[in-house]
């Protein structure tokens, strides 16, 4: 699991990833062309576990339209000290 220190750094490769390889995540549900990626967990330093969620649209020329981009808290991360 990823720490969430570095946002910008998290993003600007999770996005060259999709600049990438965009034909390769899949289709939403019902959808003709909205693609949902999901990053790996990410750690935010209070242990609330994190994942960045991007809509985006692979177009003809083969650009990537970003659409939206949400964060989502899974939970939290049990600490050493409550073990």
Do not use: N, W
């Given at each position: 699991?990823?720490?969430?220190?570095?946002?910008?750094?998290?993003?600007?490769?999770?996005?060259?990833?999709?600049?990438?390889?965009?034909?390769?995540?899949?289709?939403?549900?019902?959808?003709?062309?909205?693609?949902?990626?999901?990053?790996?967990?990410?750690?935010?330093?209070?242990?609330?576990?994190?994942?960045?969620?991007?809509?985006?649209?692979?177009?003809?020329?083969?650009?990537?339209?970003?659409?939206?981009?949400?964060?989502?808290?899974?939970?939290?991360q049990a600490r050493d000290?409550e073990s």
């Amino acid at each position: 699991m990823g720490a969430l220190q570095d946002v910008e750094g998290i993003l600007a490769r999770e996005f060259y990833r999709l600049a990438c390889y965009t034909d390769l995540i899949a289709l939403a549900p019902g959808s003709a062309s909205l693609r949902i990626y999901q990053t790996p967990a990410l750690l935010r330093d209070d242990g609330v576990i994190v994942r960045i969620v991007i809509y985006c649209v692979l177009k003809e020329d083969d650009t990537v339209e970003l659409q939206h981009i949400e964060a989502i808290e899974e939970g939290t991360q049990a600490r050493d000290a409550e073990s």
